[in-house]
T-cell receptor
Framework: DAGVIQSPRHEVTEMGQEVTLRCKPISGHNSLFWYRQTMMRGLELLIYFNNNVPIDDSGMPEDRFSAKMPNASFSTLKIQPSEPRDSAVYFC?????????????FGPGTRLTVL | DAKTTQPNSMESNEEEPVHLPCNHS???????IHWYRQLPSQGPEYVIHGLTSNVNNRMASLAIAEDRKSSTLILHRATLRDAAVYYCILRVGGTSYGKLTFGQGTILTVHP
């Protein structure tokens, strides 16, 4: 299996622009997670989907952020409008099931820079 | 969520064993102890997990104290590729989906 696939790997944009990050989970996994990593705050969970349904979005910072999972093989994280403080590495992860013993498999991340 | 405490950094020499400690004095009976690591410029990867008994896999061993208030990740022979940030995470058991909450972790440096 190719693992979790994220695109783009790097994104540079200007403040105010819309940014869309994409994720393809591992086939057969029914849970998907979006994380953000910064030097100041470390790794934070943004949102968790189970069977394509958002279950926990308490980590989504504000209304500028939105995430969708239209089917089991694709998810997007959108920032509109983007701000310099959104600069971070965004990781997508998937797991076969959701529970306290499952393993989450992380993608390589998207490094976002907002100028 | 129950918290974990890890040293900020540790150093080791190549081919020597490494013992990475983690304190979790407020752990509850259903919390699982998970370890993930993050190699430079990569996403985190799963290492090992356990509940009460010591665990071994191809990557590492996990030694859990009898009172479960601490645990130790053991890398039996460190290689340069093991240089990473190691995260000790408690995951709530039961019906919870077991949210992964990452702390600051331990930066492991391996010297040739």
């Amino acid at each position: 299996d190719a693992g979790v696939i994220q695109s783009p790997r790097h994104e540079v944009t200007e403040m105010g622009q819309e940014v869309t990050l994409r994720c393809k989970p591992i086939s057969g996994h029914n849970s998907l997670f979006w994380y953000r990593q910064t030097m100041m705050r470390g790794l934070e969970l943004l949102i968790y989907f189970n069977n394509n349904v958002p279950i926990d979005d308490s980590g989504m910072p504000e209304d500028r952020f939105s995430a969708k999972m239209p089917n089991a093989s694709f998810s997007t994280l959108k920032i509109q409008p983007s701000e310099p403080r959104d600069s971070a590495v965004y990781f997508c992860a998937s797991s076969p099931f959701s529970g306290s013993t499952d393993t989450q498999y992380f993608g390589p991340g998207t490094r976002l820079t907002v100028l | 969520d129950a918290k974990t405490t890890q040293p900020n950094s540790m150093e080791s020499n190549e081919e020597e064993p490494v013992h990475l400690p983690c304190n979790h004095s407020t752990i509850s009976g259903t919390d699982y102890i998970h370890w993930y690591r993050q190699l430079p410029s990569q996403g985190p990867e799963y290492v090992i997990h356990g509940l009460t008994s010591n665990v071994n896999n191809r990557m590492a061993s996990l030694a859990i104290a009898e009172d479960r208030k601490s645990s130790t990740l053991i890398l039996h022979r460190a290689t340069l590729r093991d240089a990473a940030v190691y995260y000790c995470i408690l995951r709530v058991g039961g019906t919870s989906y077991g949210k992964l909450t990452f702390g600051q972790g331990t930066i492991l440096t391996v010297h040739p």
